[in-house]
């Protein structure tokens, strides 16, 4: 207790055993000697028939307990027997100016003998499209600047009469409403833009809507490469992502899966790179939420699993569209020339262009001396790239402005606070997927 109150969260060892098939209320299962598994303990409570109680952390993925978390009573599972604490000394943040600003390709930050040395130099090569043309878009079944309502409620939304010289969701009256900046170029090279910055995008807006309490929702950047159909590891639609999570959350009541139950593979059905090759990325049940029972066994797809769902989604272009959007209801996914953004590595991006190859989030603007007004851009480049991830770009460069931004409004999603969540066992027996269709569960 002493070590958690003034210090923070520890590492502890307990007895897994009885916890298999654990679903919620406290775990009372008695003295043990055996321990088996690790956990962090977060903290405690009261129970007015149990007693003292810890709050554990699991790492069997969110379908799992109380959204991955466990209340274990005082002197139970052999959690008092043995835990261990660390004292964090240094890390990279921007608070701390202490970025690496790595190129795209790494080559500035290169390991010896990593990588060989390029006969070109990165920006000699032609950076390959990860957007698709309007008739690619449309031939997926995507509708162009699509809206989900015939009256969009973007239209509605009431402009201040002037907006903050400097706005944004990442520090908002001193909160920070941003999710994690991901990575799309690992285990392998993937083209996913599009659905990272999409998902990204929602992802704020969630952590919005929960006034930035509990732990933030991290969706399934994986589930749509499998499941989508509105883009792959070499390219997609900006419009696409937003169109296909309504979509099946109209038809099943069900969203978009949460990365603990379908991680990040950066695989699509035709990718042949890395470890995609002689592997299925089809939309079946294990490729929409899965987990593994333990050594030996096959894992199991899901039917029953975090999930999140959106009530409406939009498209809108030009500067004062994006700044009315952002400023009133959070994060939108738009599309941008990513040549110049390739070796950038901090200040503000000027180039102009008209070309769009990469889709990115934007999160909010600011206000320069020389450069005036530019965006804050989060890219999926993962944070060694640029200033931790983000990117800011004068006003009219690079063609954000006019390549089109998506929006999504969050409906639902799988919370503690929601009480909303389906409890599976560790081996996930009760929520096992039994038809072949993974499009037709009903996931609560």
């Given at each position: 207790?002493?070590?958690?109150?003034?210090?923070?969260?520890?590492?502890?060892?307990?007895?897994?055993?009885?916890?298999?098939?654990?679903?919620?209320?406290?775990?009372?299962?008695?003295?043990?000697?055996?321990?088996?598994?690790?956990?962090?303990?977060?903290?405690?409570?009261?129970?007015?028939?149990?007693?003292?109680?810890?709050?554990?952390?699991?790492?069997?993925?969110?379908?799992?307990?109380?959204?991955?978390?466990?209340?274990?009573?005082?002197?139970?599972?052999?959690?008092?027997?043995?835990?261990?604490?660390?004292?964090?000394?240094?890390?990279?943040?921007?608070?701390?100016?202490?970025?690496?600003?790595?190129?795209?390709?790494?080559?500035?930050?290169?390991?010896?003998?990593?990588?060989?040395?390029?006969?070109?130099?990165?920006?000699?090569?032609?950076?390959?499209?990860?957007?698709?043309?309007?008739?690619?878009?449309?031939?997926?079944?995507?509708?162009?600047?699509?809206?989900?309502?015939?009256?969009?409620?973007?239209?509605?939304?009431?402009?201040?009469?002037?907006?903050?010289?400097?706005?944004?969701?990442?520090?908002?009256?001193?909160?920070?409403?941003?999710?994690?900046?991901?990575?799309?170029?690992?285990?392998?090279?993937?083209?996913?833009?599009?659905?990272?910055?999409?998902?990204?995008?929602?992802q704020d807006r969630i952590k919005i809507a929960r006034k930035n309490q509990g732990i933030d929702i991290q969706l399934s950047v994986q589930h749509m490469l499998n499941c989508g159909g509105v883009g792959s590891c070499h390219g997609g639609t900006i419009d696409g992502p937003y169109q296909w999570i309504k979509s099946i959350s109209d038809k099943t009541g069900s969203g978009i899966s949460y990365t603990t139950s379908q991680p990040y593979f950066a695989c699509s059905s035709e990718s042949e790179e890395g470890l995609c090759k002689g592997h299925d990325w089809t939309c079946t049940p294990k490729n929409v939420a899965v987990t593994c029972p333990t050594f030996g066994e096959e894992c199991v797809g899901l039917d029953h699993y975090p999930n999140a769902t959106i009530s409406e989604h939009g498209s809108i272009q030009?500067?004062?569209?994006?700044?009315?959007?952002?400023?009133?209801?959070?994060?939108?996914?738009?599309?941008?020339?990513?040549?110049?953004?390739?070796?950038?590595?901090?200040?503000?991006?000027?180039?102009?262009?008209?070309?769009?190859?990469?889709?990115?989030?934007?999160?909010?603007?600011?206000?320069?001396?020389?450069?005036?007004?530019?965006?804050?851009?989060?890219?999926?480049?993962?944070?060694?790239?640029?200033?931790?991830?983000?990117?800011?770009?004068?006003?009219?460069?690079?063609?954000?402005?006019?390549?089109?931004?998506?929006?999504?409004?969050?409906?639902?999603?799988?919370?503690?606070?929601?009480?909303?969540?389906?409890?599976?066992?560790?081996?996930?027996?009760?929520?096992?997927?039994?038809?072949?269709?993974?499009?037709?569960?009903?996931?609560?």
């Open positions: 207790m002493k070590e958690i109150y003034n210090r923070g969260p520890i590492a502890c060892g307990i007895d897994a055993v009885p916890i298999e098939k654990y679903q919620s209320g406290i775990s009372a299962h008695g003295f043990s000697f055996m321990q088996d598994h690790v956990i962090s303990v977060v903290g405690w409570g009261t129970d007015a028939k149990e007693g003292l109680y810890w709050i554990v952390r699991n790492s069997w993925g969110e379908y799992w307990g109380e959204q991955g978390y466990i209340r274990v009573k005082s002197g139970s599972l052999a959690l008092e027997r043995s835990c261990t604490w660390a004292v964090p000394k240094d890390f990279t943040a921007p608070e701390k100016s202490n970025g690496i600003h790595c190129f795209e390709d790494g080559s500035n930050c290169k390991a010896k003998g990593e990588l060989k040395e390029s006969a070109e130099p990165m920006e000699a090569v032609p950076r390959k499209s990860e957007v698709l043309s309007r008739e690619e878009t449309e031939a997926l079944g995507v509708v162009w600047r699509g809206n989900s309502s015939d009256q969009s409620s973007h239209l509605t939304l009431e402009a201040p009469q002037s907006y903050p010289n400097d706005f944004t969701w990442c520090n908002k009256d001193g909160v920070n409403y941003c999710s994690a900046s991901l990575n799309q170029h690992i285990p392998q090279y993937c083209g996913s833009c599009w659905a990272h910055g999409s998902v990204s995008a929602l030009g500067k004062d569209a994006m700044m009315k959007e952002i400023y009133n209801r959070g994060p939108i996914a738009c599309g941008i020339d990513a040549v110049p953004l390739r070796n950038y590595q901090g200040g503000i991006v000027t180039e102009a262009s008209e070309s769009t190859d990469h889709v990115i989030s934007v999160v909010g603007w600011g206000t320069d001396a020389t450069e005036g007004f530019y965006w804050i851009v989060r890219n999926s480049w993962g944070e060694y790239w640029g200033e931790q991830g983000y990117v800011k770009v004068k006003s009219g460069a690079v063609n954000l402005e006019e390549a089109g931004c998506a929006w999504a409004v969050p409906k639902d999603f799988t919370a503690l606070e929601r009480n909303n969540q389906f409890h599976c066992f560790e081996d996930g027996s009760n929520c096992k997927k039994a038809v072949a269709d993974a499009e037709e569960a009903i996931v609560v």
